[in-house]
């Protein structure tokens, strides 16, 4: 009874949690979504990992309420609010993919499933899932992120609200498995060991056809399918053989030309012009219509059911801990230092040793510990390794090592370093660089702003003088360490200039940020500096709010809600502590302030910059972003835009036929021009019409962003009243329409996009206290003519050449555009560095990587392309995260045999233990790699013997009888699962014991006494 009553508990809170989010269809239209189905199977696996966790910890998992947030906060067992901004973060990476498989993949049969693609669809589920085992290995989890989401696509498919699509899901809705009465999942697909069976015509004749000016090769089966529907709503259109024989097929998808092979079902639908051609109709169950109702729903559960076989996979490879950094769930920011170790730095590397020190020593075991530890050491020409860990006497061992030795003629390998800090750290991290020389890897400047875009992370620099006048730093920064400024400004961090006896007090700001529930509310610069007030918001979720001002001769007051005023000459006044430490003003808030519009009055005419964080206490609301762009086709919707948003707004469609014809479609007015390969050809297609669009076009056109706003009653308790882009370096302020789509996410159309560089604010009101808040995304964006796109499609071999293809589309200027590729592992490589473009116009380019033969499986490779044009505004950027993953030859699980169990518990758990004896073997495959215990409070040891050749690995688990459940999770080398499921009986009777001395295991095992065998399913 209480297991039905937790079950229903999970079931209720997983739906709290994802109403508004729908499952199968296009956008816009309420019906069933990839994101929901994600969405669903994601959070009911967290809950169960969170339980699972709380047990190990021998504490009690009661979430209270419906919001993420509280979810997180029992999960993590923390005393105060939570921020759901990195688990939101850490989903859209996830969610985002899944569009870009929509959109880039758009008639690629294997990524959907369509055309009978089975064989090469499971290939695909294969090669990703391994990748994902061998990333979150290596701590590469973005990496292991974007691959699940475009694993999981092939499974679903349709069309989240504004988040799109899913893989693995594609079988259930565009196969037969549902037609054929299947109530359960298809194992197999998630199964590298098993093939797919019984597959409808897999005898494939070669055909040349002539195709819009182009001959391509066809493919042709010879098992019809379907019958013909007239009508294309027959609720089962599947010829009786194909039903009575269980013969697996797809529908075909044309959406260039109405081919199929004879006999052929087709996927169905307005774009589908095969459904045109006898048989006539299709069998897609993306949308629920009245004709195909219960299948769609059955796609569904079976879609949910199915992704929850694969996070359990994944989560059984990677154990609980791994499984929920994976999805975003740590207890606090990440501590990221990047050093430079030079001779000069002696007393630089003494206080960044000593603030590190401080922080593992203070946090440790609190809910601000931080998750993880990063630290980038540089030199000349030397520069790395980055070591990242979750153990804080590690990262104390490891900086302790840390020597300023070597340098001499001043220039350093800083950006190589700071490259480093910003491909390994989690996204949205903050990131400290203690240096006193200026780059010396000026070519990395542009790769360095692209990461900051991409990652959103903060950087902030102290800079020291090797010189002991202040007065020569201040003189020198703006010229000699101009591109750190530059940095710190494009990411919201700070550029400090200190000497270096003053650095230990410059260093609290990173105290003041080493938590993950820090938030932004103002953040302004101004060069050359102005006389100009500035108002923030602060509302009563805020603690420990601190202004940080930058600049020389920096005069100023603070103004308070109730008038009481402060100015720059008073350190300790009635409003808050002021601070100054070389060029940098700490201003740190009374602990009593009032809420609601404070204003900052600056009265400086030299450059400088503000920025106001606050840190979220008991009802913690933020956000996070991504500019998006509308793509069209089969599942419309929108995907993420990787680097700048346009300046105008294009919407182009890539299209690959089934004949592998790559078509562009460039809206123009009423009409679009389709350029093919080998041929051109002009056509009006009615199919994909679009309002006009006016010429010449104009700058600043709409662009939209997607928002997801979090706070600790759940965003149902917050009322979203303002969005808009806000200058940084000016007045401008670009307020957005608002449309809410359901789950915490808005949708904001902004009409005029500011053209100088702008971050993101939202106002609005928090319900239940009716407090006004005010946050502010900290990186800097801005518009651009360029747009810069690379497909991943698969992984990287070590030894292997490997290829990636780009392309760079231009509404700006016309002419040679230049291109930078670099990588973080310096694998070598060669690319098109120049490309000839015309207004309105695309160019396709080639990076060729040479990766060597010894590079480790798992480890991820972030590629940045760079452009740049003639124009001031032709410049933009892609940041690609490729995985390298060796061949795979060991398909098969581990086995777990159960060989001894003490049945029998008494109805009074408090006083009783019980025990579970084990025998694990991976037999000839690649041995096994780690046992744990994936559920259960007790104690497991275990003793590996040799029998036969075999490594046998006999177990024992012991625990109390108030702990009744057990999982042991037995991963081999290659993150192959086996597992042992047990839980054991209650009764009011005597315990009773009938383990397996561990000296008898094998002797059982050899008589094949095997109560159950649990391999991964």
Excluded at 299 to 312: D, Q, Y
Excluded at 347 to 362: G, P, W
Excluded at 506 to 520: E, K, M, N, P
Aim: proline share 4%; hydrophobic share 35%.
């Amino acid at each position: 009874m209480l297991g039905m009553l937790s079950s229903l508990h999970t079931l209720a809170l997983v739906v709290l949690l994802l109403s508004g989010v729908q499952a199968f269809v296009p956008v816009g239209v309420s019906s069933n979504t990839h994101v929901t189905i994600t969405g669903n199977a994601v959070m009911k696996k967290i809950y169960e990992v969170c339980e699972a966790v709380a047990e190990s910890e021998g504490r009690e998992f009661k979430p209270t309420g419906s919001s993420v947030e509280e979810l997180l906060h029992e999960c993590l067992g923390t005393a105060t609010g939570v921020s759901g901004a990195k688990f939101h973060e850490a989903l859209n990476q996830i969610y985002m993919q899944n569009g870009l498989v929509d959109r880039d993949f758009m008639t690629s049969s294997p990524h959907h499933f369509s055309d009978e693609a089975f064989n090469e669809g499971h290939a695909l589920i294969s090669q990703g899932t391994a990748a994902i085992k061998a990333n979150i290995r290596k701590d590469s989890l973005q990496a292991a992120r974007e691959t699940l989401g475009r694993v999981l696509h092939t499974l679903q498919c349709t069309v989240v609200q504004y988040r799109i699509c899913m893989f693995l899901q594609d079988f259930y809705s565009h196969s037969n498995w549902v037609e054929l009465g299947n109530k359960r999942t298809y194992v197999n697909l998630i199964r590298p060991d098993l093939t797919i069976h019984n597959i409808a015509g897999n005898e494939r004749i070669k055909l040349k056809k002539k195709i819009l000016c182009v001959f391509v090769f066809l493919e042709d089966v010879n098992t019809s399918t379907c019958s013909d529907c007239a009508t294309g709503t027959c609720s089962n259109p599947l010829l009786p053989s194909i039903l009575n024989e269980k013969k697996l097929t797809s529908g075909y998808m044309g959406l260039v030309s109405s081919y199929k092979p004879k006999g052929k079902c087709s996927h169905g639908g307005d774009v589908d012009l095969s459904s045109t051609q006898n048989p006539r109709g299709g069998i897609s169950k993306d949308e629920r219509r009245p004709h195909n109702v219960d299948f769609h729903n059955t796609a569904v559960s079976l879609a949910t059911e199915a992704s929850l076989e694969l996070l359990e996979d994944i989560r059984g490879a990677s154990g609980n801990n791994a499984y929920l950094q994976l999805m975003g769930i740590a207890r606090s920011a990440v501590l990221c230092f990047v050093i430079d170790t030079t001779g000069s730095m002696a007393d630089d590397i003494t206080e960044a040793k000593r603030v590190a020190y401080n922080i593992i020593d203070s946090k440790k075991g609190t809910q601000d510990e931080p998750s993880e530890y990063i630290l980038v050491p540089f030199n000349d020409p030397k520069f790395g390794p980055l070591t990242k860990t979750t153990d804080p006497d590690v990262m104390k061992r490891e900086i302790s090592k840390l020597t300023a030795t070597g340098g001499g003629d001043e220039p350093e390998m800083c950006l190589s370093g700071l490259q480093l800090a910003l491909t390994g750290a989690p996204a949205s991290s903050h990131i400290y660089v203690f240096t006193d020389a200026p780059a010396k890897d000026m070519n990395l400047e542009k790769t360095i702003i692209a990461l900051i875009h991409s990652t959103k992370s903060t950087v902030s620099f102290f800079i020291t003088s090797k010189t002991t006048s202040v007065r020569t730093v201040r003189m020198e920064g703006r010229t000699k360490f101009q591109l750190y400024y530059d940095f710190a400004l494009a990411s919201g961090g700070q550029a400090i200039e200190v000497s270096k006896a003053n650095l230990p007090n410059a260093t609290d700001i990173i105290v003041d940020s080493s938590t993950s529930a820090l938030v932004t509310i103002l953040q302004q610069a101004r060069n050359p500096g102005r006389v100009e007030s500035f108002p923030f918001l602060i509302d009563a979720s805020l603690s420990n709010v601190t202004a940080y001002i930058t600049g020389n001769n920096l005069i100023f007051t603070l103004h308070s809600p109730s008038g009481v005023t402060q100015t720059h000459t008073v350190d300790k006044g009635p409003l808050a502590l002021i601070q100054t430490v070389g060029n940098l003003r700490h201003i740190l808030f009374s602990s009593h302030m009032e809420t609601g519009l404070w204003h900052i009055s600056m009265e400086s005419t030299a450059a400088y910059t503000i920025k106001v964080t606050g840190e979220l206490g008991q009802s913690p609301v933020t956000f996070i972003y991504s500019f998006v762009e509308e793509f069209k086709g089969p599942h419309p919707g929108f995907a993420t835009i990787d680097g700048r948003p346009q300046t105008v707004q294009t919407v182009v469609i890539h299209l690959c036929s089934l004949f592998i014809i790559v078509i562009k479609i460039v809206l123009w007015q009423n009409n679009m021009i389709l350029r093919v390969q080998d041929g051109s050809y002009q056509n009006k297609c009615d199919r994909y019409s679009s309002p006009s669009l006016p010429s010449p076009l104009p700058s600043g056109l709409p662009t939209k962003l997607l928002l997801t706003v979090t706070g600790q009653k759940g965003v149902e308790a917050l009322k979203i009243q303002e969005v808009a882009l806000v200058e940084v370096s000016g007045a401008r302020a670009s307020n957005g329409t608002i449309e809410e789509v359901g789950g915490g996410d808005f949708l904001v159309t902004v009409s005029n996009v500011p053209e100088r560089e702008f971050v993101v604010m939202v106002k609005g009101e928090e319900k239940t206290t009716a407090s006004h808040f005010q946050r502010q995304s900290t990186t800097q964006m801005s518009l651009s003519t360029v747009t810069v796109k690379a497909t991943v499609n698969s992984t990287m071999l070590p030894g292997k050449e490997f290829k990636l293809k780009f392309t760079i589309t231009t509404n700006g200027t016309s002419g040679t555009y230049s291109v930078i590729a670099t990588n973080d592992r310096n694998i070598p490589m060669r690319f098109d560095s120049t490309l000839n473009l015309v207004s309105g116009g695309s160019a396709e380019g080639t990076v060729i990587f040479n990766p060597p033969a010894n590079i480790q499986s798992g480890t991820d490779v972030t590629l940045t392309i760079g452009v740049e044009g003639p124009g001031p505004t032709d410049t933009n950027f892609a940041v690609v995260r490729l995985s390298v993953l060796n061949k795979v030859t060991d398909f098969t699980p581990p086995k777990c045999v159960i060989v001894g169990v003490s049945t029998i518990c008494p109805t009074d758990c408090t006083e009783s233990n019980w025990d579970l004896s084990v025998n694990i073997t991976d037999g000839n495959g690649s041995g096994i790699q780690e046992i744990s215990i994936q559920k259960g409070n007790g104690n497991f040891s275990q003793d590996a013997v040799v029998d036969g050749g075999v490594i046998v690995v006999m177990g024992l688990y012991s625990a109390s009888c108030c702990s009744p459940d057990v999982t042991v999770s037995a991963v081999d080398k290659e993150g192959n699962v086996g597992k042992c499921i047990f839980t054991v009986e209650k009764s009011g009777g005597a315990r009773v014991s009938l383990s397996v001395p561990l000296g008898a295991c094998l002797l059982a095992l050899a008589l094949s006494v095997l109560y159950d065998i649990f391999p991964l399913l």
